[in-house]
């Protein structure tokens, strides 16, 4: 059977960047996976560890992109096991604290990934590493402009 192809026309460098996209992912998938945790797990000991214990179940959303029942879900499970516990903010926001065990999987599980990605950006030099940040800074304004004249 033949296979019809999309319109509008990719180019092949809007391809290459979605399978370096995907790549990115799958690099992070990975690493959840031969460290035991769930994708989502992953996600929220990762913002945890960016945005600091104490953070909001709402910045764990916003940074993720992972629905808000999923992280309830997956926050849940965190808790009854024994790595995290919740305390109430303003309104229904609810804060995440690392318990003793929480801190010791993030130090296990997120700090190894966090120190792989550290080193990644040392290989890159710092000219690369800036050149790298503000390309990816300008697509995110271009095509924040271009989504939003949809």
Same mark, same amino acid.
């Given at each position: 059977? &033949? /296979?019809?192809?999309?319109?509008?026309?990719?180019? *092949?460098?809007?391809?290459?960047?979605?399978? $370096?996209?995907?790549?990115?992912?799958?690099?992070?998938?990975?690493?959840?996976?031969? !460290?035991?945790?769930?994708? *989502?797990?992953?996600?929220? !000991?990762?913002?945890?560890?960016?945005?600091?214990?104490?953070?909001? /179940?709402?910045?764990?959303?916003?940074?993720?992109?992972?629905?808000? @029942?999923?992280?309830?879900?997956?926050?849940?499970? $965190?808790?009854?096991?024994?790595?995290?516990?919740?305390?109430?903010?303003?309104?229904?926001?609810?804060?995440?604290?690392?318990?003793?065990?929480? @801190?010791?999987?993030?130090?296990?599980?997120?700090?190894?990934?966090?120190?792989? &990605?550290?080193?990644?950006?040392?290989? $890159?030099?710092?000219?690369?590493? /800036?050149?790298?940040?503000?390309?990816?800074?300008?697509?995110?304004?271009?095509?924040?402009?271009?989504?939003?004249?949809?």
């Amino acid at each position: 059977m &033949e /296979q019809k192809k999309c319109t509008p026309y990719m180019s *092949s460098s809007l391809r290459e960047f979605n399978r $370096l996209y995907k790549e990115y992912n799958d690099i992070y998938r990975d690493a959840a996976r031969k !460290l035991g945790l769930s994708d *989502s797990a992953f996600d929220i !000991l990762y913002t945890i560890c960016e945005e600091g214990d104490g953070c909001l /179940q709402r910045d764990v959303c916003n940074s993720t992109l992972i629905p808000k @029942q999923t992280v309830n879900s997956s926050i849940h499970k $965190l808790e009854q096991e024994g790595y995290l516990l919740l305390t109430p903010g303003k309104g229904r926001s609810m804060h995440i604290h690392l318990t003793e065990k929480g @801190q010791k999987l993030l130090e296990k599980t997120i700090f190894p990934v966090v120190q792989a &990605e550290n080193a990644a950006f040392s290989q $890159l030099g710092e000219t690369d590493c /800036q050149q790298l940040l503000q390309l990816h800074t300008n697509y995110i304004h271009a095509l924040r402009n271009g989504i939003c004249n949809l």
